[in-house]
């Protein structure tokens, strides 16, 4: 069999797919000699059935809106329908039948023509047709045979026509909805993420604490407060956008210390909370003390000026009965006494206790 067209074949209308629609609507091949005796007597009243068809479906408000939208050309249009009329049903068990129809919903599906006036335009066509039918035979028995060859052809052209019309606002559908979805990431990721440092924001960083709360099952986990040393004097001395600079670098430092699976938040001005997920107190003390030697390694460089950053932390396993203040009170707590102890350290729970 030769290659399917292009709309045979995305549809699925290979040999089998077609022979199984012909069954469902009972074509068979016996019917396809009709063909001859409908173009006899469709033919010479072809350009009536066009104008009578365009005349009912002008009565419709929707249907003259459409037309005056797309600014369509009555005579093109009945041009069109009248080339379709001459060929209904000729050749119907080939792809190339199939494919025709098959494109004239996708055809009309981007016009934006609604479904129920589709489907009544067809039901509108048929009876037109018939009606020529009925006027030109007088024999009862070959009356019947067309009445039903017409029937049978014009629900496999309307079957086919609605089944691409179908597919092709579903298509649609899902591709405004791709786009409403990415659309909805990046909304999201602006609320959840720090315009300056791409941080996660303070209210997405404690939302993740209060679920791992929630959770018995996602202990331990770690949260560390931090906060760069003398970082409003950076301000004061260099103007904000500096500092802004300062901060960036600064994040991107913690960032290449800590892990993939850590969540790192901006939790006010110069302060940030790391939260260290199924991690132990031991555990969670070294990523800390990594992150602190990356920050002090090297000055910041901003304009031509080295600028000299350190961070304090305070480090704290979270408890059974932690809810989200008190445990970011603890951690806050062990920062105070980082600060206190001189800056450019970490301090874990134990050691406050301790002192």
């Excluded at 990594?290 to 480090?315: C, F, K, Q, T, W």
Aim: hydrophobic residues 40%; charged residues 30%.
């Amino acid at each position: 069999m030769p290659e399917l067209p292009t709309y045979c074949r995305h549809y699925g209308f290979d040999e089998e797919g077609i022979s199984r629609r012909l069954r469902l609507l009972q074509l068979e091949e016996d019917d396809l000699p009709c063909y001859d005796r409908y173009r006899e007597i469709i033919a010479p009243a072809v350009e009536d059935v066009a104008t009578d068809f365009y005349a009912h479906m002008m009565r419709d408000e929707q249907f003259r809106a459409i037309l005056d939208q797309g600014g369509y050309n009555i005579d093109n249009l009945r041009q069109t329908q009248k080339d379709y009329i001459l060929t209904l049903g000729m050749d119907f068990d080939t792809p190339a039948y199939f494919e025709s129809r098959l494109r004239i919903g996708l055809v009309h599906a981007r016009v934006g023509v609604p479904l129920i006036l589709y489907q009544c335009a067809y039901r509108l066509l048929m009876q037109l047709i018939i009606e020529r039918i009925d006027a030109a035979i007088d024999d009862a028995h070959w009356r019947r045979i067309l009445r039903r060859w017409v029937l049978k052809v014009t629900m496999l052209d309307m079957s086919l026509a609605s089944e691409t019309y179908l597919q092709s606002r579903l298509e649609s559908l899902e591709h405004s909805l791709d786009d409403m979805r990415r659309i909805s990431r990046r909304l999201r990721r602006r609320v959840e993420t720090d315009a300056l440092t791409r941080a996660a924001t303070r209210q997405t960083l404690l939302r993740h604490i209060r679920q791992l709360l929630q959770r018995p099952e996602e202990r331990p986990f770690c949260v560390a407060m931090m906060d760069l040393d003398h970082f409003k004097a950076v301000n004061d001395t260099h103007g904000h956008p500096v500092g802004d600079r300062v901060l960036v670098d600064v994040v991107r430092r913690i960032r290449s210390a800590m892990r993939d699976s850590d969540l790192l938040g901006r939790y006010g001005g110069e302060e940030f909370i790391l939260l260290l997920r199924n991690t132990r107190l031991e555990t969670a003390q070294r990523i800390a003390e990594r992150i602190r030697e990356h920050v002090a390694a090297s000055p910041v460089r901003v304009g031509g000026r080295d600028i000299g950053m350190s961070v304090s932390i305070g480090l704290v396993q979270a408890r059974k009965d932690d809810s989200v203040e008190s445990l970011v009170d603890r951690a806050d707590a062990c920062l105070y006494e980082a600060k206190r102890q001189g800056r450019n350290r970490v301090v874990i729970e134990d050691d406050v206790a301790g002192n």
